[in-house]
């Protein structure tokens, strides 16, 4: 299975557990009489959405090098994520908005079966969490990461609507709100997660400097094709799930330039073999005299 494959078969996770959790907490939440298990129903239907824009942009990012886009599609995964991290400020300030409302409005204190239905949520959030994060490093997706932070972000909704639900539970009159201000806690959180989701993703759209690891490792393997001396400039810039390189590389200055364009072909070769993470490469010439 293909990275690409991969990453598509993750988000229909993704798709099928919100939906279930989002039709669950509302449930809950209203038959329950509490706001934090809506503000996390809303926060599910909104992760839902955010999971299909994630599948749409992983299949068209997929798409193979054409006339108009010589070096791929990998570049809607970035913008995909700016959609997804849109959609996370959206739900947090619409969770604060409502939570605002009910902490000045007096309600019932939320069920007491409420809190076994958070306890099953969070642990099932969390395990989501782990499965797409694993993915999305594995096959090296910012979208998918950004699709994984969401499942981390609604099981801290989750947890702080049980602490909240607790409180009101425990001292009763008067702290039936509890749960409300977990709520407004939560969106602060999401808005925190959208932060360090977004951060990364505008890097790779103005191609920052962040791979020194995989650069040092360029350069190593380079050292392994027979007729290269070493190395000089290296320039590495990512396009969804594959990087683009620019490597200089150092050769003997009194070979012919037929024999340092086959020593150019079979380092492009030899990285893209031992790196099946490259995806173009190319190889400017370097002369070890001057």
């Known amino acids: 299975?293909?990275?690409?494959?991969?990453?598509?078969?993750?988000?229909?996770?993704?798709?099928?557990?919100?939906?279930?959790?989002?039709?669950?907490?509302?449930?809950?939440?209203?038959?329950?009489?509490?706001?934090?298990?809506?503000?996390?129903?809303?926060e599910s239907t909104t992760d839902i959405f955010s999971s299909i824009l994630v599948l749409l942009g992983l299949k068209y990012a997929k798409r193979p090098a054409d006339k108009n886009h010589p070096y791929g599609h990998g570049k809607i995964e970035p913008l995909i994520t700016?959609?997804?991290?849109?959609?996370?400020?959206?739900?947090?300030?619409?969770?604060?908005?409502?939570?605002?409302?009910?902490?000045?409005?007096?309600?019932?204190?939320?069920?007491?079966?409420?809190l076994l239905v958070l306890g099953a949520i969070i642990i099932w959030k969390e395990i989501s969490f782990q499965v797409v994060i694993r993915k999305s490093k594995e096959i090296n997706s910012s979208s998918l990461k950004a699709d994984a932070w969401h499942h981390r972000?609604?099981?801290?909704t989750s947890v702080m609507a049980f602490i909240g639900i607790s409180i009101a539970l425990i001292f009763k009159e008067g702290y039936e709100t509890a749960d409300d201000w977990a709520a407004l806690l939560a969106s602060f959180f999401i808005l925190y997660n959208s932060y360090l989701i977004f951060r990364p993703a505008l890097g790779e759209i103005m191609d920052e400097h962040v791979y020194d690891d995989l650069i040092e490792e360029i350069r190593g393997k380079s050292m392994e094709v027979a007729g290269v001396l070493g190395t000089?400039?290296?320039?590495?810039?990512?396009?969804?799930?594959?990087?683009?390189?620019?490597?200089?590389?150092?050769?003997?200055?009194?070979?012919?330039?037929?024999?340092?364009h086959d020593i150019?072909?079979?380092?492009?070769?030899?990285?893209?073999?031992?790196?099946?993470?490259?995806?173009?490469?190319?190889?400017?010439?370097?002369?070890?005299e001057y």
């Not at 959206?90 to 409420?114: D, F, G, L, M, R």
């Not at 972000?153 to 801290?156: F, K, L, R, Y």
């Open 82 to 114: 700016f959609v997804v991290v849109a959609f996370l400020v959206t739900s947090a300030t619409v969770i604060a908005y409502e939570s605002i409302q009910n902490i000045q409005t007096p309600h019932k204190t939320p069920k007491p079966w409420t």
């Open 232 to 260: 000089e400039k290296c320039f590495v810039r990512k396009a969804g799930m594959k990087y683009h390189v620019d490597l200089h590389a150092i050769v003997d200055s009194t070979i012919t330039v037929k024999e340092g």
């Open 153 to 156: 972000s609604d099981a801290i």
């Open 264 to 288: 150019a072909h079979k380092l492009k070769d030899y990285l893209r073999e031992k790196l099946p993470d490259l995806e173009h490469v190319l190889i400017h010439i370097e002369p070890n």
């Open 1 to 42: 299975m293909s990275k690409e494959e991969l990453a598509i078969k993750t988000t229909y996770f993704s798709i099928l557990s919100n939906t279930s959790l989002a039709i669950i907490k509302g449930l809950a939440g209203i038959f329950g009489n509490s706001y934090a298990l809506i503000a996390d129903a809303i």
